[in-house]
């Protein structure tokens, strides 16, 4: 199995034992008036302060994980696998602005990115 793959399969296995109830990361506006927010999956509570929708996983957005709160319950979420004209497979990534998984996301900032 791919390493991106087990660090992101153990990220997530990290809400089981979450403690922590940091507030969500909420970033300031963009010029474009959008905004970048992910949801933070150590967090006791991820959704807790979110609004019911689809957001980036902010430790494994990269990898085309995303988060749908709904009723403060999080249910976790993939962009779907793609192959390119090589025959390489690759995955998406979420952007919570357009609700769409994307070649590139602004609400998946580069401070986010895993690298494996």
């Not at 959008?34 to 302060?49: G, K, L, M, S």
């Not at 995955?91 to 590139?104: E, M, P």
């Amino acid at each position: 199995m791919n390493s991106c793959v087990c660090l992101a399969l153990l990220a997530l296995a990290a809400v089981a034992t979450a403690t922590s109830t940091k507030s969500p990361k909420v970033y300031e506006a963009m010029e474009d008036g959008h905004y970048r927010r992910c949801v933070e999956i150590r967090d006791v509570e991820p959704c807790a302060e979110f609004p019911d929708g689809d957001y980036n996983i902010c430790d494994v957005c990269q990898l085309g994980y995303f988060a749908s709160c709904v009723d403060r319950e999080i249910t976790f979420k993939t962009c779907k696998l793609k192959t390119d004209a090589n025959g390489n497979k690759f995955r998406k990534v979420f952007d919570s602005n357009t609700q769409s998984c994307r070649s590139k996301s602004d609400t998946c900032p580069s401070e986010f990115i895993l690298l494996c």
